[in-house]
């Protein structure tokens, strides 16, 4: 026994020696590496040595990273050829050839080069192994060109056209044989370059095509500032790269085995790899997921919608619709007058079928497409110039940011007309927003154009344009106030889902079975008809998925009714101050609404094109739907934004009490930051079940957030969660969640970060957050008003200054 563990003890040190002798970066002819032998990159980051994937028993040759967790492994030299157990040689011939050869001698890999004088086998710190001359550094082989499933930091992807090589990503077949699966990630150059994601030789994802920041059906890519991305295309090549703009962050993509493109990263010191962004992700990011000539939008109910101007091929199907149904034009072309409609913030079709034409401008571009009767659309791409399509457009999708500006051919006809789907009334609504005039403009627009169609008796189209100042219709459509009534039991008690913010809001069914809520106008409520007219402006603009969506309006006689889509699990506030039913959300389950919540807002604040301020964030005003996501709804307050525009000065100051920050309270003062602050009471109150109400006890002022904040000081902080929902919770997910609704109710609104900065810190673990100030809770509000309809509700109202 004492003798085993002796030769075990010098076994040990034998095979130390030998990792010692063998560690550096450089390999020569008279050295070889056997199994169990390295070689490291001079900073540390990569090593090249044996390995078995997973529960594999055969022997592989690869790089790794060092130190991070599970030795990610980023290339594999043999992956078709495993060797049989740890009897592999590495090898390099005195002329240059580098290979893997197993214990018989037999050649199971090989670089195939030779002639070379002096070489030298080096792994860099890039995670590239090179092979090069010892004397004139001439490279002869890398590994970067022979890329397995990783895309790593200055490593290309794409044509090299003097070699015609075309470099890309192959997936791993499983976790545990590294030998090439069914994906590929390559870049395929049709009228322009663009990514392909395929699944053997189907297409299952596109990128777009390059648009000078980034590819354009990755908008991620535009907005980000941790990476720089460039792709190349000249006669020699036509590659794409990336850089990590700040070196302590490591970075890779993967095209893993189950066929999704992962971009993660990681930053040092910690251990763990996170997801920055990946593709595909949703519906509308698979190829064509709906058929020629639609848009996708995850917005949309069934995510496909026939572009302006077309309809379903086989219309009968529309409530079943398939989503791979083409659709069609209504209106035949005729070349000499057809005319332009511009789709906004696009994923531009599939280039397949398109035409470059390099040194043309936007006018020059719509002239010859025009001039062409073969050209269906035309769009301007930066770096690319004016591109054109003929026939059918495919895998066209609308971001909810980011995006191209695409313009399709249509009869002149339909664009004159409004388009009627199956209801057949329209508001359309015309607004001129000049970057001088803001939002009371607005107002006095609508108000002016209602006035004048009113005269057109009985309501048939109300017609007013919306029109940004590059002109685009927006439709809202029309209900008639009989299928509201039969919808809604003739406005029935039974019906009455609530009060909302300027009437009552009831539940309905329409006759082909859609569930709806009708927000009604109080007839006597003067400040009513301001923010009715206030909400139609601000949400039919919007579509996000944590927005609550809105079908229709109906303006007939007296009556002015909103109508939106019906959510099922009534609102937050339903859930998360009630004992029993806060159990139905678990920890997970908060965080989700948190975060989406966070992404509604900062859509409002940022993402739309406009910039809109809620101004009355509460639970309440947080609907749920089945699957209870999140969707912000109560746009009766809220106000539009000049985009340069910072913060805004009321007289008149509403919103609830306990959400409003001390500068909007005390002095009138919104800004998005007044948002901010509303959220992180919002989130503490989500995370403790607790209202964020004042309670008068002797010491001053004691509501949720002084109480959080004091157990925060103390380091207690996780004392506040819902004790309804249990003590198994994600800790650190929930003390960066703390961490964050403090940062958002800090006093001082310079000091609360932005929406997107809150997205960021909530949706990456990695963010280092920094430490919050006390927040500003001790305002006691100068003037209160008791909203005697509800007991739980405070309204502030400030009247003059
Ligand atoms: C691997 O080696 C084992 C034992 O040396 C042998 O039995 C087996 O047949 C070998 N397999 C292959 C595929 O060479
Ligand atoms: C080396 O590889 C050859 C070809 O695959 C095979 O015939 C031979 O058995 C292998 N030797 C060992 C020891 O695995
Ligand atoms: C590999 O290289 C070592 C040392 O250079 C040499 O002894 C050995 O014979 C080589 N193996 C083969 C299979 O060529
Ligand atoms: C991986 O695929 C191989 C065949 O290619 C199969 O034999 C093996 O069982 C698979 N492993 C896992 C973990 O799926
Ligand atoms: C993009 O790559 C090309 C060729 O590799 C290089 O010349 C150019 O400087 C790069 N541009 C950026 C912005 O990195
Ligand atoms: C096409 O438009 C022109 C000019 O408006 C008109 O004269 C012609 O009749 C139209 N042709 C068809 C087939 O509609
Ligand atoms: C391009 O045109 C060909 C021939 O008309 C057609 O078969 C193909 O589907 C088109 N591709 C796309 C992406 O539109
Ligand atoms: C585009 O314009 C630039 C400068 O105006 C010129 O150098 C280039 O040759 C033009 N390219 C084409 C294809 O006409
Ligand atoms: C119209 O466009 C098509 C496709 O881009 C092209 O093949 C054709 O030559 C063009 N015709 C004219 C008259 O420019």
């Known amino acids: 026994m004492a003798m085993l563990e002796w030769f075990l003890v010098l076994g040990i040190s034998a095979a130390t020696i030998l990792v010692h002798g063998q560690s550096g970066d450089t390999m020569t002819p008279t050295k070889s590496i056997v199994d169990g032998q390295t070689l490291i990159s001079a900073g540390g980051t990569f090593e090249l040595g044996f390995f078995s994937p997973g529960d594999s028993k ?136 663009e990514l392909f994601l395929w699944r053997g030789s189907v297409p299952i994802y596109r990128s777009g095509p390059w648009n000078g920041r980034g590819f354009n059906g990755i908008p991620e890519m535009q907005t980000n500032n941790m990476f720089w991305f ?106 000499s007058s057809d005319g332009f409609f511009e789709l906004q913030q696009m994923k531009l079709p599939d ?78 609504i015309v607004i001129i927003i000049s970057s001088l005039a803001g939002f009371p403009l607005l107002v006095c627009c609508i108000r002016l154009l209602w006035k004048k169609n009113k005269k057109r008796k009985q309501g048939e189209t109300l017609s007013i344009h919306y029109r940004e100042s590059r002109g685009n219709e927006l439709e809202l459509p029309l209900f008639d106030i009989h299928t509201i009534r039969t919808a809604t039991n003739n406005f029935s008690e039974d019906n009455k889902l609530g009060e909302g913010g300027f009437g009552p809001v009831y539940k309905g069914q329409l006759e082909d079975g859609e569930k709806i809520a009708v927000k009604r106008l109080s007839k006597d409520s003067v400040q009513g008809i301001n923010e009715f007219t206030n909400e139609v402006l601000v949400i039919a603009k919007l579509q996000h998925r944590n927005l609550v969506r809105l079908l229709g309006c109906c303006i007939e006689g007296e009556e002015r009714l909103l109508v939106y889509e019906y959510l099922q699990n009534t609102s937050l506030d339903y859930f998360i101050f009630d004992s029993k039913r806060s159990a139905f959300l678990d920890w997970q389950k908060r965080l989700d609404i948190i975060l989406g919540v966070a992404r509604g807002l900062l859509y409002l604040h940022q993402d739309s094109r406009l910039k809109i301020i809620h101004r009355d964030l509460k639970a309440s005003n947080i609907l749920l739907d089945e699957e209870l996501n999140p969707k912000i709804s109560d746009f009766g307050t809220a106000r539009i934004f000049k985009v340069d525009q910072i913060e805004e000065n009321t007289n008149r100051v509403v919103g609830t009490y306990g959400y409003m920050s001390p500068e909007y309270a005390m002095g009138g003062i919104f800004s998005v930051k007044s948002d901010v602050f509303s959220f992180g009471v919002l989130v503490l109150e989500i995370l403790s079940g607790t209202k964020n109400r004042m309670i008068n006890q002797a010491e001053a002022c004691v509501n949720l957030l002084g109480h959080a904040w004091r157990l925060w000081i103390e380091g207690r902080c996780l004392e506040i969660l819902d004790e309804a929902v249990g003590c198994a919770y994600p800790e650190s997910k929930i003390l960066r969640c703390i961490q964050v609704a403090f940062l958002c109710v800090q006093e001082r609104s310079e000091n609360r970060p932005t929406m997107t900065e809150v997205v960021l810190m909530l949706s990456t673990e990695s963010a280092l957050l920094p430490q919050p100030e006390r927040p500003g809770f001790c305002i006691a509000p100068p003037l209160m008003e008791r909203d005697s309809s509800s007991s739980n509700k405070l309204t502030v109202t400030i009247e003059g200054r």
């Open 58 to 193: 055969g022997r592989y040759l690869g790089i790794h990273y060092r130190g991070t967790p599970d030795k990610t492994v980023v290339w594999v030299a043999n992956r078709i050829s495993p060797l049989n157990g740890s009897t592999g040689v590495l090898n390099l011939t005195g002329d240059g050839n580098l290979a893997l050869l197993n214990s018989t001698g037999y050649i199971i890999w090989s670089t195939g080069t030779s002639n070379a004088i002096n070489p030298v086998v080096q792994i860099v710190d890039s995670g590239n192994l090179v092979l090069i001359e010892g004397t004139s550094k001439n490279l002869l082989w890398q590994s970067f060109d022979h890329p397995s499933n990783t895309l790593l930091p200055g490593m290309k992807l794409g044509w090299d056209l003097r070699t015609n090589v075309d470099r890309h990503l192959t997936s791993w077949r499983n976790s545990s044989d590294p030998s090439p699966g069914d994906f590929s990630y390559k870049i395929h150059v049709n009228a322009l370059p």
């Open 230 to 335: 460039n792709l190349t295309s000249n006669e020699y090549e036509t590659t794409y790269t990336y850089e990590v703009q700040d070196n302590s962050i490591l970075s890779r993509i993967l095209l893993n085995e189950n066929g999704v493109v992962k971009h993660l990263v990681l930053y040092r010191p910690k251990l763990k790899w996170d997801l920055y962004w990946q593709h595909p992700e949703e519906q509308c990011d698979e190829y064509a997921h709906c058929g020629a000539n639609n848009l996708c939008s995850t917005s949309y109910v069934s995510a496909c919608d026939c572009l302006r101007g077309f309809s379903l091929k086989s219309p009968q199907n529309w409530r079943l619709r398939d989503s791979s149904d083409d659709c069609v034009r209504r209106t035949a072309l005729n070349c």
């Open 351 to 428: 280039t397949s079928n398109a035409t470059v034409h390099s040194n043309k401008s936007l006018e020059e571009c719509e002239d010859w497409c025009l001039k062409n009767c073969t050209c269906s659309a035309y769009a301007i791409i930066e770096g690319s110039g004016c591109v054109t399509w003929t026939g059918d457009l495919v895998d066209i999708r609308l971001f909810t940011e980011g995006g191209e500006s695409l313009y399709v051919r249509l009869a002149s006809s339909e664009l004159g007309q409004i388009r009627g789907n199956y209801r057949k009334k329209k508001l359309v």
